[in-house]
């Protein structure tokens, strides 16, 4: 499972400094253009703007959280509608809000952040992109 990363475009919407960089870095590495958000409001311009190929979303986010920020993106213009979002959270999915809002919009994986390293990450991301 050797797909390229090259020149995808990755939006990363996350308030943690620290994650926002270790991640953004690292598919930087890999050769991703990365977007870089830590906001849910700066998320979603950029999701726009942008049409990245995925987006690892976080859900407590300043602004907009990133429940609705799911919710706009699939409710949104035809080049977003559909670009596979990754929530990398460490909230875990028991809040009747968080199960209604995967039901509905399809995240194309729930990762609890304390369960995953950058590396795994950076697979599901191979792995997801590998589908398009």
């Known amino acids: 499972m050797d797909t390229s990363l ?9 308030d943690e400094e620290i ?15 990365v977007f870089r958000a830590n906001n849910g409001e700066d998320g979603l311009k950029l999701a726009l703007s942008e ?19 799911l919710k706009k993106i699939r409710e949104g213009a035809e080049a977003i509608k559909d670009v596979p979002v990754i ?4 909230l ?14 399809y995240p194309a994986y729930y ?3 304390s369960n995953w390293n950058v590396d795994d990450v950076i697979d599901k991301v191979r792995e997801r992109l590998s589908r398009k």
């Open 92 to 105: 875990n999915p028991d809040k009747e809000e968080i199960n209604q809002t995967i039901t509905q919009t």
């Open 111 to 113: 990762l609890v952040k």
């Open 51 to 69: 049409s990245p190929d995925l987006i690892l979303l976080d859900i407590l986010l300043p602004k907009i959280d990133g429940l609705q920020v």
């Open 6 to 14: 090259d020149t995808r475009k990755i939006l990363i919407v996350e």
């Open 19 to 33: 994650m926002l960089n270790l991640l953004g870095d690292a598919l930087e590495k890999k050769g991703c253009v």
């Open 87 to 90: 929530l990398l959270t460490n």
